[in-house]
């Protein structure tokens, strides 16, 4: 009798549950991870119409590696690179079919553009950029218009830059030479690979290309190739915009795609912390184009690890594969003839398990989604009838009912995400945060299971506590389950009225429990039946949701290691798992009212939290790890100069800048090297100086100084070029104004910060034709930064001037101050022998399970 009692229906069900869950999220990821075998140099004539090679991509993958970080401005970039991909370029050329006309040259340009960021904008200056590009055309068949490839072949500091973006860049390579030696699909219009030499400094080398080459006005569409991540499968998370028609060539010709649009909204919300060349290439160029990266697992991005090793051939004969097809297809696409005849709207998209895509215009989507919206309202409030008059209840009573369970369902699930909040609070609170950033499986039981715990309980203590006798427990459960679909119906109407693309989401749970609805109205809810096939119809959704959590953690769990440590990044992944959780369980969790020893079900709940939260806090739930997802650290070494108005010495010295990228920043730092102990807040320092007086590389990195740390150096920096710079006159081209030249001579990253004085505003300069609107203002002041980069190891002298308005315009200026001017310098590329003893002693204590960017920097700021 004992084991009777405690071996239950409900027992098995406690097991069965969370095991036909965890086999299903397991089956997707097992899915999402399989990739093709990489094609061998021995295979590649085994076809006639050619096939992407992943064995020769790796071969040049390890040949463009080979030197190291390819840093713009380092010699490595600026001739290793350059010379290596025009060699690459010569050979294939030089196989091409007689048919194809290759031609190709270095581009070297300079210009300027305005990057419009919310509080830190950027004015962007460049000399002598580097770009490839490479002009494939039938010289029988051409149309006049070209389809654009771009790849950057320039890394991030310390990064060898195999996946960011060396993968993308033999990937071209060997697109350029399976498309010029097969004769397959003839062009109809030409092809340009504009290899960019400029991506990791404000995306200079693709406005180079838009803005200084003249094949770019016969642009009539652009594929742009990134990373982000160094494995698995590349994503297609732009598109357009405005041209749907791409997305139907990515549907019909590509093998295996991966495309979502609610990737596209939360990279253009800003959620995540990258840019690409896609941004400039569309609106500086104005065209449309698809934009692809490999996004998952980025744990290495932008470290010293992204090296060759970390590439498999699987992973480029997938996006090798993937790209063939779509390349040939829309290098022979009418559209691309008269591309402004085809712009419609943007496009709906998504890829279910790799298999097929969905795709459809905005339009469509609002139209469809407000029908199906409708449906499942009228569905609801056709069923309420169905009980009425099938169980000859009041319908006052039922209604009243149904709307109660609708406020229980809505407080659950404000319950279930508030539990799981709550476990991030604590966790955080306690120095556990980000404990799954290593060890993702932790996420399941930190979060998913209290929010679960959450949207059962609701439920349970409402039909326990409140006894109707016209309605038995199946009936409640079918209340539950149509309150649940109403609170999708409603968010379905209201997004899509509100041009929110991605919920589409909510029409896999909608489409298939209208289905189910429908054939459970047709045999009248029979008893149990409707529970079989309601479940039945859960399945889809539940795979297509368990797929979807796999991407969005593989995607955001590593970036919660280059962020900033001022927010908790638990609650991000509560909020996740909270919402996943939602669209996952959402249509099962009633059912725990037919559950007689419910006591099993919470049981389950609780002892799975517990024993996360246990392993959790052991050394599995530390967050990183020495070669696959280390911590970063920025470290600078910085020497600071600060002028008077009379061009005397105020103040000078140097200083260790650590720039925080995690949540665990400094502490951990500070229990590994007890020299960091000392470290202290920027502090008011933000408030005296200019942009804090940090020589920062990007003016972004001031949104964090709050909670920045510097120690004070004995030693200074060593630099390998010093920065040379000089006042060279002064002249008033109108009254009221005042007009100064300077001169300027550095290392190739340079940057320029510039305030007018109260009562004073800027109204020309050297770098731009207008001048662009302030930045975070600092004690009243208008503030601009000038991003300056001079590439092709030509570091001359270069003379610019800045021109002042006096409030009162049109009175003689008097000879007080007009604007603070400072002149940063980056020596971000150099080796490491131009590291002071001091500072190389510093990072010689790092913990092994860091990486860090240290090099030395300098300041000098002037009032004129």
Known sequence: ?????????????????????????????????????????????????????????????????????????????????????????????????????????????????????????????????????????????????????????????????????????????????????????????GLLFLFNGCEENTMQGAHGFVRGHPLAQSVAAFINLDVAANAGREIMFQSGPNYPFLMAYYRDYVQRPYANTLGEEVFQMGLVPSFTDYETLSKQGGWPGLDFALSSYGYLYHTALDARETISAGTLQHIGDNLLGLVRALGSADELGNIQEHREGTAVFFDFMHLFLVYYTETTAVIVNIVLGVLSLALIVGTLFMIVRKDGAVGSNILFEAGMTLIVQTLSIVLGAGLSVLVAVIFDACGRSMSWFSSTWLLFGLYFVPCIGGLTLGPFLYVHFRKIPFLHDQGRVILFLHAQHCIYAVLLITLSIGGIRSAFVLLFPII??????????????????????????????????????????????PMTGRSDNRSNPDL???????????????????????????????????????????????PEGFPFRERTSPQRYYIFHHQRNFYWPNGTLRDSGAIYYLHPQDRHTPELLQSEVPEWSAAQLLGDECEKELYCGIPFYINRYHRQSGSSYWLPAMEPPIFP???????????????????????????????????????????????????????????????????????????????????????????????????????????????????????????????KYAHTVAYPGYLESWIF
């Not at 959780?581 to 020893?597: K, M």
């Not at 510039?754 to 002041?781: C, D, H, M, Y």
Request: glycine share 6%; hydrophobic share 45%; aromatic share 14%.
């Open 1 to 189: 009798k004992l084991l009777s009692y405690i071996f239950t229906l409900e027992l098995l069900w406690c097991v069965l549950g969370p095991g036909i869950g965890i086999g299903v999220y397991f089956l997707t990821y097992w899915n999402w991870n399989i990739l093709p075998s990489g094609v061998n140099l021995a295979d590649e004539n085994t076809t006639t119409d050619g096939r992407f090679v992943a064995e020769r991509a790796l071969y040049d993958l390890g040949a463009l590696t080979s030197r190291g970080p390819r840093v713009a401005g380092s010699e490595t970039n600026e001739r290793f690179a350059v010379d290596w991909l025009y060699g690459a370029v010569e050979t294939i050329a030089r196989q091409a079919l007689p048919e194809y006309d290759v031609t190709y040259e270095v581009q070297r340009v300079s210009g300027s553009y305005f990057l419009d960021y919310d509080d830190y904008p950027i004015t962007s200056y460049y000399r002598n950029v580097q770009n490839l590009v490479v002009s494939i055309k039938r010289r029988d068949s051409f149309s006049g218009k070209y389809l654009l490839l771009n790849a950057h072949f320039d890394s991030a500091v310390t990064s060898p830059g195999a996946g960011d973006d060396g993968t993308m860049v033999v990937v071209m390579l060997e697109l350029m030479r399976q498309l010029t030696q097969h004769a397959r699909s003839p062009l109809q219009h």
């Open 512 to 557: 298939f429990y209208c289905s189910t609805t429908i054939v459970n109205m047709i045999i009248q809810f029979r008893l149990r039946v409707w529970i079989y096939v309601h479940l039945v119809g859960q399945l889809v959704p539940v795979i297509y949701f368990c797929s979807l959590a796999v991407t969005l953690f593989a995607v955001f769990v």
């Open 572 to 618: 991000q992944m509560a909020l996740f798992a909270s919402l996943v959780t939602l669209l996952l369980v959402g249509l099962l969790t009633p059912f725990i009212v037919l559950f007689r020893r419910k006591v099993y079900v919470f049981g389950t709940i609780l002892l799975l939290f517990l024993v996360t939260a246990i392993v959790a806090a052991t």
């Open 721 to 847: 070029e010093r920065v040379s710079f000089e006042f060279v006159s002064r002249e008033s081209p109108a009254p009221g104004r005042v007009r100064m030249y300077f001169r300027v001579q550095g290392p190739s990253h340079m940057s320029l910060y510039v305030s007018p004085l109260a009562g004073r505003t800027l109204v020309g300069w050297s770098f731009s034709e207008r001048i662009p609107p302030s930045g975070k203002r600092w004690n009243g002041q208008d503030v601009y930064f000038v991003n300056f980069f001079s590439g092709s190891m030509e570091l001359t002298p270069f003379t610019f001037y800045i021109e002042i308005e006096h409030a009162a315009a049109g009175t003689a200026l008097s000879s007080d101050s007009h604007f603070y001017l400072s002149v940063v310098a980056q020596y971000m590329h150099h080796d490491s022998v131009y590291r002071a003893r001091e500072f190389q002693t510093l990072l010689d204590k790092m913990p």
